[in-house]
């Protein structure tokens, strides 16, 4: 399990609720494309973060139908369950969930299963047993689409970089706990679970941030002890050296993702 989720750092939650509207366009393409909610449907997040695109599930589905967001970050869930607090009256049919995929099971059965960004942080020892519990919580028929990242990306390689110049001696990938895997492993994983897969595809997109700290919210929000401020001038001449971007300027990064619909 990834470890610098669960029992996140203070602040976490607020700094990726920010960080995180970037996702929310492509986010809601991805469910009105595949997931096609329907009024009345039962839907989980999974790795709900602070829950923005949980909502968006629970407005297409009403309140005659209910949505469920699970994360293990701790102070992500909180700042979800604030934000509800806000909107009480229009979405009295959501939950948010402090626990892992497999806890949130118990919530079930739902018509449908969302995950935006998530699976690409789950140990591939537990990927087809976590594959097996969504098979099983789906109603006959039900669907599951998610989407992650197949590989590093430009995005990624910049983080990377910043990590190695704030954190020098420790290792990005096993720190975040990533495990890349193509379109083809996660199909094959879908179907040994059970499901048919019917949309399988990877393909490059390009996202912009309005400037590096921006960009990297992420990664102050999800690794401890990471403090961008921490990074010297000569930290940021280099960078600007290596992709062209100054502290404060818009990122434009190449972003590879793939997305999987698979049907019970
Ligand atoms: C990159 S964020 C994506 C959040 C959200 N889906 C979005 O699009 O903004 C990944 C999230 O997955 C959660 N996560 C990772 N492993 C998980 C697991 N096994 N069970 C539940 N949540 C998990 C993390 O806590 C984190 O908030």
């Known amino acids: 399990m990834a470890s610098c989720w669960r029992g996140s750092k ?3 939650g ?3 609720h920010q960080a995180s509207e970037l996702y929310v366009p492509t986010g809601c393409r991805l469910i009105d494309r595949l997931v096609k909610p329907v009024r009345g449907e039962a839907i989980l997040d999974v790795g709900c973060g602070t829950g923005r695109l949980t909502l968006e599930l629970a407005s297409r589905v009403g309140t005659s139908g209910r949505a469920v967001g699970v994360d293990l970050g701790e102070s992500r869930i909180k700042v979800a369950r604030e934000e509800l607090a806000k909107r009480a009256d229009d979405f009295p049919h959501v939950q948010f969930l402090e ?3 497999k806890e949130a099971m118990a919530w079930g059965p739902f018509n449908a299963i969302f995950s935006n960004y998530v699976f690409h942080w789950f140990e591939r020892s537990e990927r087809l ?3 097996q519990d969504i098979y099983e919580s789906l109603t006959p028929g039900g669907r599951l689409v998610f989407c992650c990242l197949p590989s590093q990306t430009q995005h990624k ?3 990377a970089d910043i ?3 704030a954190m020098p001696g420790r290792d990005y990938e096993s720190t975040l706990g990533l495990k890349y895997d193509s379109s083809a492993v996660w199909s094959q994983v879908c179907t040994q679970a ?5 949309v399988c595809e990877e393909y490059d997109d390009e996202k912009r941030s309005p400037s590096l700290p921006a960009c990297l919210r992420d990664l102050e929000a999800s690794v401890p002890n990471f403090k ?4 010297k001038d000569e930290d940021f001449e280099f960078l600007k050296k290596r992709y062209g971007y100054g502290y404060g300027e818009e990122v434009v990064y190449d972003f590879k993702e793939l997305v999987i619909l698979a049907k019970k």
Request: net charge negative.
């Open 10 to 12: 203070d602040g976490d």
């Open 14 to 16: 607020e700094v990726y």
């Open 99 to 101: 626990g892992s995929v």
């Open 129 to 131: 047993s976590i594959m």
């Open 157 to 159: 390689f910049i983080e």
């Open 163 to 165: 990590f190695a110049l």
């Open 194 to 198: 059970g499901f048919s897969v019917e």
């Open 228 to 231: 961008l401020h921490s990074l």
